[in-house]
């Protein structure tokens, strides 16, 4: 009975089994199809960071306890950054010979006699003996020069140098006891706080607050010497020469140039690094000039397309001038330099920046491409020649005005009239004063 009864369990477990095997079947069939449309039908997400990685990218304070307030930083550098007023004598206008133009002029109440413009600028104390760094621009062609300081003392200076290659300048008080300001040691970072402390409008001292908006800005044509900071701190016409400073208080640039249609700040300035002030400034003082090394060639940027994946680096030797240190060396006209001293020369502006910054008699180690092979050279430095200064090219400098008269002295560019047009508007005018009854000289 037993075993008929296990023989039966047996058949019945082979009937049923070919249908237990078709609903798995069935129903992995049916997971899968669902499982595969829920994934297709599932919102993309983007990559996001883990909570490690977002604790190692979370900014640091520039101390321990987060930062409330600048007011310490503030307070300590303020009181090393100053205002400058210069005075420089405006010629008479050219036309003044003439008494129905002069005429003209009075008419109007303007003086027909020469005047003297002010403009105002910013400066930062760098000794306790009255050494101040301010932008060349700020103190070109004064006649006489100002300094304000935070505490309501005032001073004459006296130019020590300009170095308008950098648009540097060094000017000195008769005073003792000042508060110099500290220059920064670590590099400033892209992303650390800015303070820009200077006189804007000729309003008082004012600090503006953003970051370092990038480090390392060349060629924008500026300056022949560039090594920019760039900030979105507002930074507007008489923050010239003033002072960048970082949370500490500590300084990390001079305020020189901004970007802008308007004369007012849009978030895109420009200030000195430190390391550059370093170098001019001990320039002037010590020689009254800064001495740069010189390598003697002419050169260009590898041409370079943004739309183009590849990408080519290195500067093109154009020319090399005779008896020059890369003559000398064996440079060629078609060399391409790669590295100098195993930095990669990307572009001709960092080049120049680099050679700039050496002092003569420098041995370069350079590598070049020539012929399509890879070459080793040392040049010698020496001292690059005295260059007259290319006019400044439309980027806006902070202590430029439309309005501002253009006639400051004999050398500039008189406006011209024609002996024609002189006639007619002499005529015009005299029919103005009779028809309007101008006042008649007696």
């Known amino acids: 009975m037993s075993s008929f009864s296990n023989a039966n369990n047996r058949a019945a477990f082979w009937q049923w089994l070919p249908w237990l095997l078709l609903l798995v079947f069935v129903a992995g069939f049916i997971w899968l199809f669902v499982s595969m449309k829920t994934a ?18 979370a900014p640091v304070a520039d101390t321990p306890a987060p930062i409330s307030s600048y007011h310490n930083a503030v307070a300590r550098a303020s009181q090393s950054v100053v205002n400058i007023y210069t005075t420089q004598t405006m010629a008479e206008h050219p036309y003044m010979d003439d008494p129905v133009l002069r005429r003209l002029f009075e008419f109007h109440g303007e003086s027909p006699q020469d005047q003297d413009m002010t403009n105002l600028g910013s400066g ?12 060349a621009h700020v103190i070109e062609k004064a ?31 008769g005073m003792t006891g000042l508060i110099p300001l500290s220059f920064r040691e670590a590099p400033i970072r892209v992303g650390d706080v800015a303070l820009a402390i200077g006189n804007p409008f000729g309003v008082g001292q004012t600090v503006t607050q953003g970051i370092i908006s990038a480090t390392g800005r060349t060629g924008l044509g500026v300056n022949k010497f560039e090594d920019f900071i760039q900030t979105d701190a507002a930074i507007n016409p008489g923050n010239s020469g003033g002072a960048l400073v970082d949370a500490r208080g500590e300084l990390v640039g001079i305020n020189t140039v901004i970007f802008s249609r308007s004369g007012g700040s849009v978030g895109i300035g420009f200030a000195i690094p430190t390391v550059l002030i370093e170098q ?13 090394g010189w390598l003697g060639i002419e050169i260009q940027s590898q041409l370079r397309d943004p739309t183009r994946l590849e990408t080519s680096t290195g500067v093109e030797v154009l020319n090399v001038i005779d ?10 006209v078609g060399d391409i330099i790669l590295t100098i001293d195993g930095v990669e020369m ?20 350079a ?3 020539r012929n399509g092979k890879n070459k080793q050279i040392k ?26 008269p253009s006639y400051h002295g004999q050398n500039q560019n008189q406006p011209t009239m024609s002996e024609e047009e002189r006639v007619r508007m002499r005529e015009e005018l005299l029919q103005l004063f009779e028809r309007d009854g101008a006042p008649q000289s007696q």
């Open 124 to 135: 930062v104390i760098v000794s306790e003996d009255g050494y101040i760094v301010t932008n």
């Open 367 to 369: 590598q070049i491409l």
């Open 280 to 292: 001019v400034m001990n320039g002037l003082i010590k020689n009254g000039r800064v001495s740069r």
């Open 379 to 404: 040049i010698l430095l020496a001292e690059r020649p005295q260059q007259e200064i290319v006019e400044m090219p439309e980027i806006i400098n902070d202590e430029s005005f439309e309005d501002q």
């Open 323 to 332: 008896k020059g240190p890369a003559a000398k060396s064996g440079l060629k």
């Open 40 to 57: 297709s039908e599932a919102k993309w997400e983007p990559p996001r960071t883990t909570p490690a990685e977002q604790q190692a990218s």
């Open 346 to 365: 990307t572009d001709a502006n960092k080049l120049i920046q680099y050679v700039a910054r050496k002092p003569p008699t420098t041995e370069l180690n």
């Open 143 to 173: 006649d006489e020069i100002t300094v304000a300081f935070s505490d309501g003392r005032k001073s004459r200076a006296k130019v020590i140098g300009t170095d308008p290659g950098s648009d540097l300048a060094v000017i000195k008080v």
